[in-house]
């Protein structure tokens, strides 16, 4: 006899998963998936997937999810391969039962300051698949497998002198976000002297002028070579 085809999210009916396997004599027993399970594919062997939560923040990984998608003489017809994590994944916001995926599953605080950056490193092998540039990383933060060393400042310690603008409480914070490294290509906190009104109103310069502090306002030889600069800098 033909079993009974529990439909999973491609058949767009309410996904449900095999609970009581097909004999000779009996049919397949289908029951909807329930909240934080799923079934991504209509066949008659694979039940409803119970979806790990790897940093404990109550939200969905996609990650995990497996299938009988390749066994079975239908599924063999159909030509179905394994489910792969890579192109297979479930595209949605959450499975039909009930829940939500996470956009940064191994950051518990799900990119607190919000800058698409994720505050916990994503394990191999799974960093290929969030890598942006991956069709699968459009379901992730923006930046995919970078890690946020800099979790609460949007910034991401602007002046890079390797003190994060802002912090956790509690812990330092960056109190002179000014560049005074130009290998960095920033001018943060400079200003251009050409302004005259408040400080915090005129506007960041795009290049600079080094000027030398000897009587002849002149750069010798060596401190030309010496010199570090970037492409910003116009005039010696």
Partial sequence: MPWTICPGHASNKPEAGVTTAGTKTNDVECTACGEGSVSLIDDALSACYELPDSDGDG??????YDDKRSEGARNRSLKRTRYSIVKDQDERDGPDGGGEYDQCPFDPNNDED???ICARATPNPKDNVVTAGNRQAELYAKFGAEQDHCPF???????????????????????????????????????????????????QPTMFRATPLAPDKQFGKDEQRDFKFDRRLREV
């Fill in 114 to 116: 919000g800058d698409g």
């Fill in 59 to 64: 939200l969905l990984d996609r990650f995990g």
């Fill in 153 to 203: 400042d949007p910034n991401n310690d602007a002046d890079q002198d390797g003190i994060c603008d802002v912090n956790a409480p509690g812990e330092p914070k960056d109190k002179d976000i000014t560049t005074y490294d130009f290998m960095s290509n920033s001018l943060v906190g400079w200003r251009d002297m050409t302004c005259k009104g408040m400080p915090d109103k005129c506007p």
